[in-house]
């Protein structure tokens, strides 16, 4: 067995890996760079080696530590350098041994091009695309004419849905593939991309599976991972409802068909897309899978532990007969993401206050410093129950009962995901999170706060109709209009709302904002319910932070404007702090409304800023500039205006 591992990780994964080593009693070392120090992970470890910014991608770096820490055993987790051909071969040239199958099943799988014809080679129902992977943008816009619209472009290398889009034309083609192409060579440094068939209304479904040096191969059953946006997964479950037994059947037996075929050692993933009842293989994943927790759930078996026996060089701990699974489970993932604004990212300081008695797999107590230069992922809550339904409404009281204040999350959102009619009925397919805009479908977060701190502003005590909140400490800050009491008028991050007082019902203030039904808020300490929408509202200096349905909004009073007077805002800001990785236009030239004007990256997404109105445009950052929230990239003035 191995006696000292050397994790090549950061993170959630790290800690997992950590958990298994301590129950078997194997020495670990740990890697980090500056801003990681703090992670639980590397608690128990033996070492903890520092690494240089972006040493997670230094193979040369993660050899030495593990060398000169007596490590006899690398774990490369997910992501980073855990499907890299490259570094597992220097792990092994070094001495060492790698957890994961050998770098020519590494290579092989990696190229996505490569692993689609091995696949058809095995039997394994494959998708038309491109024969082979690469970067020469004329050839893959050659090569999608025989492949037909809608298709999918995909990086090469990598994983987790990063670079990944769908073209429906030869339109917009050129500008996909550039994009994915940059994407790539940031994420993975590698921008070879490849061209696949796109499948409308599909589901996405896993296949766990394992193999050993003596030929063993098995299947762990699988999950579905249909709940993604953007081809980023968001809420797992296993095992995957609504399939036939009979095609379940023939997923896994080609899934085990394919680990044979390839002589694979260690833990894989099948991706399939299940189309009514045929399936295609898209990918195989040769590492331990983010929501590999789900699968450990309802087969009880530990899939770390099983990684290390067989790197070690030991059978398969169980053949297929003896493996079962009962139950089901459901993993949400945390995001540092506002699912109401475009999905942004949200970096900066999160204080957890409250966590849910569920499984949860974190690399931190309370306390996390979310930077933009990694993942957005911050932990995963995972449930278990006797059925489906059991298990997704844990998923949601989990995701609901989380509490915590600094940014805003994707938890909100995704407990009114896991309750959508659609999901529990196993009626949605990869698309479904695309095609839904989250305000329109679950409502707008920012006149909830507005609503709430216009509740904790107004709401009745005993001693007078006037809480003791209100800005003056009287009836001053009223303003009679149309037969309400008053107003107040407000921003929420900047966002005027003008909440109108209509009057009192018992310990309730009935309000509106702007709609003109009147809503119930009712204060209960620094919990302020909206009609039937909880949130929580805290003082923050001279205003109020409110969190409601996962995101965060800063609540100040403002001057009175009115809505919808103003004209356009001629700055054109950075939604969020990232890099200005490419710009479109150049200062001095003439811009049309929703023009592209330039790409912001950030947490390995890019987000694209448009022009808001006609007009000449200003260029305020080099392209490759990294940039704050809200610093001004681009001014459009009238035109003639300069002159």
């Known amino acids: 067995m191995i006696t000292r591992l050397l994790i090549a990780n950061r993170g959630e994964v790290a800690a997992r890996i950590a958990r298994t080593c301590d129950r078997l009693g194997i020495e670990y070392v740990t890697v980090s760079v500056e801003e990681d120090r703090e992670l639980t ?50 792990v092994r040239a070094a001495g060492l041994v790698f957890v994961g199958p050998s770098s020519r099943v590494i290579e092989t799988m990696a190229d996505k091009a490569s692993a689609r014809q091995v696949m058809a080679e095995a039997g394994v129902p494959v998708l038309p695309g491109t024969a082979r992977a690469g970067e020469d943008i004329d050839a893959l816009v050659a090569a999608a004419t025989d492949i037909g619209y809608p298709l999918i472009v995909k990086p090469a290398g990598g994983g987790g849905g990063k670079g990944m889009s769908v073209v429906r034309s030869a339109a917009g083609l050129r500008e996909a593939l550039a994009s994915a192409s940059r994407t790539a060579t940031a994420a993975f440094a590698d921008g070879r991309l490849h061209l696949e068939r796109y499948v409308e209304r599909a589901r996405h479904i896993e296949v766990q599976v394992f193999g050993d040096e003596f030929g063993g191969a098995v299947h762990l059953f699988d999950r579905d991972c249909s709940l993604q946006r953007r081809h980023q997964k968001v809420i797992e479950e296993a095992p995957a409802p609504r399939i036939p037994e009979a095609v379940r059947a023939a997923m896994f037996a080609a899934a085990v068909q394919g680990t044979k075929a390839l002589q694979y050692v260690g833990a894989g993933t099948f991706e399939f897309l299940l189309v009514g009842d045929e399936f295609f293989f898209i990918e195989m994943n040769t590492r331990l899978q983010v929501e590999h927790t789900v699968t ?12 290390l026996r067989v790197a070690a060089g030991e059978p398969l701990p169980a053949e297929q007969q003896d493996i079962a699974y009962s139950g089901a489970s459901v993993q949400v993932r945390m995001y540092a993401e506002d699912p109401f604004r475009s999905f942004l990212p ?49 998923a949601r009281q989990a995701s609901l009962e989380l509490r915590w204040t600094g940014i805003s999350t994707n938890l909100g959102f995704a407990a009114q995901v896991l309750a959508a009619p659609i999901v529990a009925a196993a ?24 609503l709430a701190v216009g509740g904790v502003l107004s709401a009745p005590d005993r001693a007078t109709p006037w809480s003791p909140g209100a800005p003056t400490g009287d009836r001053g800050w009223l303003d009679p209009v149309d037969g309400d009491l008053g107003g107040i008028d407000l ?39 909206v009609d039937a929408i909880p949130s929580v509202v805290r003082r923050r ?19 009175y404007r009115t809505l919808g007077s103003a004209s356009a805002e001629p700055e054109i800001r950075s939604p969020m702090p990232g890099t200005l990785v490419r710009l479109h236009v150049e200062s001095g030239a003439p811009v049309e409304e929703g023009q592209l004007l330039g790409v912001v990256e950030a947490m390995k997404l890019e987000h694209e800023l448009t022009a808001s109105h006609a007009g000449i445009v200003t260029v305020n950052a080099a392209e490759g500039a990294v940039v704050t929230t809200d610093q001004p990239l681009f001014l459009i003035e009238e035109r003639g205006a300069a002159l």
């Open 346 to 394: 949200c970096p900066g300081e999160l204080e957890v206050t409250h966590w849910p008695d569920v499984r949860v797999e974190r690399a931190f107590t309370r306390r996390l410093h979310v930077t933009g230069g990694f993942d957005p992922m911050i932990a995963k809550l995972v449930t278990t129950g006797a059925t489906r339904a059991e298990a997704l409404a844990a």
């Open 491 to 529: 921003t929420v991050d900047g966002r005027p709302f003008t909440v109108r007082v209509r009057g009192y019902d018992g310990d309730a203030v009935l309000l509106r904002a702007p709609a003109v039904p009147a809503h119930r808020v009712r204060v209960d300490g620094d919990t302020v319910t």
């Open 541 to 559: 200096g001279a205003g109020w932070e409110c969190q409601v349905a996962g995101v965060t909004r800063e609540v100040r009073y403002a001057e």
């Open 41 to 90: 992970g590397h608690a128990g470890a033996v070492a903890t080696v520092p690494l240089p910014a972006g040493g997670y991608l230094d193979a040369s770096a993660l050899i030495r530590a593990a060398t000169e820490t007596g490590c006899d055993a690398v774990h490369p987790g997910y992501g980073f350098l855990s499907e890299n051909a490259g570094f597992a071969r220097a």
């Open 296 to 307: 450990e759930e309802i087969t009880g078996v530990d899939l770390v532990e099983w990684q």
């Open 427 to 450: 009626e949605h397919d990869t698309a479904y999170l695309d095609r839904i805009d989250p305000v329109t479908e679950f409502g707008d977060p920012d006149e909830v706060a507005a």
